[in-house]
Nanobody
């Protein structure tokens, strides 16, 4: 059983920064590809960023390129999402996802999901 737990969400003003973390337990994290997705009220779950198991390949949605950075610490079984220059449209529940075989922008690629953490950006 793989368990993903997000943390670091909260309320921030536009232009501010937040760092989300996702702690993974239950299996060998090192071999898992990881992704971040977000879902705003009334909208579909959208891709934000992804990182391969080695950290050698990273992917970003166009809407967050240059503002968000995904990283991982395999020794700590943790993946991070550093968010800067936040905008009100970044407001959403952010979800961490993992999969041992696939990495990319489609949510169906990932078998394991966290419960989400709320990020609210005020204008």
């Amino acid at each position: 059983q793989v368990r993903l737990v997000e943390s670091g969400g909260g309320l921030v003003q536009a232009g501010g920064s937040l760092r989300l973390s996702c702690a993974v337990s239950g299996r060998t994290f090192r071999g898992y590809h990881m992704g971040w997705f977000r879902q705003a009220p009334g909208k579909e779950r959208d891709f934000v960023a992804a990182i391969s198991w080695s950290g050698g390949n990273v992917y970003y949605a166009d809407s967050v390129k240059g503002r968000f950075t995904i990283s991982r610490e395999n020794a700590k079984n943790t993946v991070h999402l550093q968010m800067s220059s936040l905008k009100p449209e970044d407001t959403a529940v952010y979800y961490c996802a993992g999969d041992p075989y696939r990495v990319g922008s489609r949510s169906t690629m990932y078998d394991y999901w966290g419960q989400g953490t709320q990020v609210t950006v005020s204008s």
